[in-house]
């Protein structure tokens, strides 16, 4: 007993160095979005601000239309994570309950996406976004004009699937006692029916883990935004960001205070969402 | 049953669809354009869309990307756009912009991995040395011949464009290493404030008188010198040209001269200040500069450092000085520049653009609205009567400045630089051993190439 308990003292503290770690660089941010330019810039370095000023908030708000850019990271997260949850489940529960000819290279070649560098993927993804037939003066054969660039489609539509997704929504349909689509089967639902009726009101806490994850990365992403926009309309909050790094230097205050209000989405997210997050991520067996 | 055959289609064609992206027309046609250099199939569909624009009396819409985000610049480009625009009403600018780094390079590397590169670019003189091989940038000789700036421009700025005798680029926007230093602290050291150090000898005396020290801590330096970072290479540059090198590395055969008898005396130079006291800063950001803080007394920096400081704290203390001198007279500038991209099927219009953004009065345009140092002779006069102090000396120093070696393996000459520039700072290696290196790891990447 007292081993074990000097065992969980331990582990208290090694845990607790380790989340320090992690919330250093978040209080400092924090911090500095309240300090002048000066005061960051002082050899001297003090954690709290002199003096607390909300005049970074501002001025950070004030530099470019920050409305738009929030409501193009709203509109490209919510549309991502809800088709993409949609998409990930239905697929999951395909591979997890259904038996058909190639399920198994099927999934093989699905878990070869999950060993796949986003970097590797990301041009010939662009070429098929540039190359869309019909969008964006585009003709059938994907030519003459810019398909999907700059578009929120073209932002949306390959982020709507992933190996992940459909992996982790497999391994916690597979929990599901096979007794529930006999019943179903019984009762004359079809597949269809199973799934909507039964499967989807019950993953819940799959499809929280799944869209939390999700709408971090979505709203997080740089890269792919940064490739697929080119106006100040289509332009990301992390796009947005940017707008702080001069030809002179970094404005570090107020990129702070921006990071600050670019991150506050996610952590209430998270804080909304923690109960099911963990829930999840312990029902499909990946913990 | 039905259920199954529908998931099957659906995944099925799902993974058909991701394959196809790994392998269609867009990757194919990289790898053609890469290799002719895009100039034939460039000129054909240029020919091609530009008469049938010109027969359905459309406007050609030209892309526009330049580098950088900041709100200063892109106010300047909405005038230069809007007035181009109002005089070229067949022409429609389509500005984009992207901050420098890694980022512009990544969105021009898939843009013309694509196909989709914008038709003019505005970006820096080091990615002329990348690009240029690879028949990314059009050369703009053949649109000279009536251009005016052939005999207006500097002939520095107008070199700068240069690889192999064409022209690639168009400069517009100088960024000169000027010797700034801080008038109060010559007068506490008793040195006369009007009277900065112009030679080698001058400003080692200079150096000494101003290093003040507490103990063994040295509290104030002379002059500035980083001991780490990313700009330490221009430092190595600006006493390497005055002693007479032509660079790092000579960009016509490729030799490297990082580690010649000249630049070795200029890093030995450098490492006799370091010894008499300097403040130790990391130069990849000039918010480090001991300058702006008072605890050095000189430095380089560009025209945005000076504006920047004199607006603070040392606002009416800091002045510049003419650019050194021991063999010859000569600084580090390096250039924005607007580049045309080979693949525009709109060469003319998008000379168009780059002939009218570089002109006489958008230079004079950039200097109002940004402070930018036109390149223009016949804009000197004007110039400096603006302010004869302080432009006098930027329009001497861009005039003689040079700007970073045109080669592809230019990331390679900086990092072997600095790296060793560093090692001779904390005395780790002596100036001969420390370049020699540098010298051999740039070696390996020329072999490489």
Same mark, same amino acid.
């Given at each position: 007993m007292k081993k074990e308990k000097k065992y969980q003292v331990i582990w208290?503290?090694?845990? =607790? *160095?380790? =989340? *320090?770690?992690?919330?250093v660089p978040i209080i400092m941010m924090f911090m500095t979005s309240f300090k002048t330019m000066a005061e960051i810039q002082s050899p001297v370095f003090h954690l709290l601000p002199e003096k607390f000023s909300l005049d970074n908030y501002r001025d950070a708000m004030t530099t470019g239309n920050w409305l738009v850019y929030f409501k193009? =990271?709203?509109?490209i997260t919510l549309t991502a994570v809800i088709l993409s949850l949609l998409f990930n489940s239905i697929a999951g529960y395909a591979f997890a309950r259904l038996r058909f000819r190639g399920a198994k290279i099927m999934f093989l070649f699905l878990m070869v996406g999950l060993m796949m560098p986003p970097q590797v993927t990301m041009l010939p993804t662009f070429l098929i976004m540039a190359q869309f037939p019909f969008a964006g003066g585009n003709n059938l054969f994907g030519t003459g004009?810019?398909?999907?660039?700059?578009?929120y489609a073209g932002l949306v539509i390959p982020l709507v699937s992933g190996s992940y997704g459909v992996f982790l929504c497999k391994q916690f349909y597979e929990n599901f006692p096979r007794s529930l689509d006999e019943a179903a089967e019984i009762d004359g639902a079809n597949k269809w029916r199973t799934y909507f009726t039964i499967y989807l009101p019950n993953s819940k806490a799959i499809l929280a883990t799944l869209g939390l994850l999700k709408a971090v990365a979505v709203?997080?992403?740089?890269?792919?935004? *940064?490739?697929?926009?080119? =106006?100040?309309?289509m332009r990301t909050v992390q796009l947005a960001l940017t707008m702080f790094k001069t030809d002179s230097g970094i404005m570090w205050n107020q990129m702070m205070a921006g990071s600050v209000l670019v991150a506050l989405p996610m952590f209430v997210l998270f804080l909304c969402a923690q109960r099911y997050f963990i829930q999840g991520i312990v029902t499909s067996g990946l913990k | 049953m039905k259920f199954r055959k529908v998931m099957c289609a659906l995944l099925g064609t799902a993974m058909i669809l991701g394959m196809a992206g790994c392998g269609n +027309? #867009?990757?194919?046609?990289?790898?053609?354009?890469?290799?002719?250099? #895009?100039e034939a199939e460039s000129a054909e569909e240029g020919q091609e869309s530009d008469s049938g624009d010109a027969a359905s009396g459309e406007k050609v819409k030209l892309t526009f990307l330049r580098a950088g985000t900041d709100a200063e610049k892109k106010a300047f480009w909405d005038k230069v756009i809007a007035d181009f625009e109002a005089a070229n009403p067949d022409i429609e600018i389509e500005y984009q912009e992207c901050s420098y780094g890694d980022d512009f390079e990544t969105k021009l590397n898939t843009g013309f991995a694509s196909g989709t590169a914008p038709d003019v670019i505005d970006f820096t003189l080091a990615s002329m040395g990348v690009r240029v091989p690879l028949g990314q940038y059009a050369a703009l000789d053949e649109f000279t011949a009536d251009w005016d700036g052939t005999d207006d421009y500097m002939e520095s700025a107008l070199n700068l464009g240069k690889i192999g005798g064409k022209l690639y680029g168009i400069a517009t926007q100088p960024d000169v290493r000027l010797l700034i230093y801080n008038k109060e602290l010559f007068e506490q050291a008793g040195l006369d404030p009007n009277s900065p150090p112009a030679t080698w000898d001058e400003l080692e005396e200079?150096? +000494?008188?101003?290093?003040?020290?507490?103990?063994? !801590?040295?509290?104030?330096t002379g002059l500035g010198i980083p001991s780490s970072g990313t700009a330490q290479q221009h430092y190595l540059t600006i006493f390497a040209l005055a002693n007479g090198e032509k660079n790092l590395v000579d960009e016509d055969n490729n030799t490297v001269l990082c580690n010649s008898e000249k630049t070795i005396e200029a890093a030995e130079f450098l490492k006799k200040l370091e010894d008499e006291g300097i403040i130790p800063w990391? /130069? /990849?950001? /000039?918010?480090?500069?001991?300058?702006? /803080? #008072?605890?050095?007394?000189?430095?380089?920096?560009?025209?945005?450092?000076?504006? !920047?400081? !004199?607006? #603070?704290?040392?606002a009416g203390k800091i002045a510049m000085a003419s650019p050194l001198k021991k063999e010859k007279q000569a600084t580090f500038c390096g250039m924005g520049f607007m580049f045309m991209s080979n693949e525009t099927p709109h060469k003319e219009e998008a000379w168009r653009f780059i002939e009218y953004a570089s002109s006489a009065d958008v230079a004079w345009t950039r200097y109002e609205m940004m402070g930018v140092p036109p390149v223009r002779e016949s804009l000197k006069d004007k110039y400096i009567a603006e302010n004869p102090e302080n432009n006098s000396v930027i329009y001497e120093s861009v005039a003689c400045g040079v700007g970073s070696p045109k080669v592809a393996y230019s990331n390679a000459v900086f990092n072997a630089v600095d790296d060793a520039m560093e090692r001779i700072a904390y005395g780790v290696e002596d100036p001969k051993t420390a370049l020699d290196k540098a010298a051999q790891e740039i070696q390996k990447e020329i072999d490489n190439q």
């Open positions: 208290i503290i090694v845990m =607790s *160095l380790a =989340s *320090l770690v992690m919330l193009n =990271s709203l509109v004009g810019t398909g999907l660039i700059n578009t709203w997080n992403d740089y890269m792919w935004p *940064l490739i697929m926009t080119n =106006s100040e309309n | +027309k #867009g990757t194919e046609e990289l790898v053609s354009k890469d290799e002719t250099a #895009g200079y150096h +000494k008188k101003l290093v003040k020290k507490e103990g063994d !801590n040295v509290v104030q990391d /130069s /990849s950001s /000039s918010d480090n500069n001991p300058f702006g /803080s #008072g605890l050095a007394a000189m430095t380089f920096a560009n025209t945005t450092d000076f504006a !920047n400081w !004199n607006s #603070g704290a040392l």
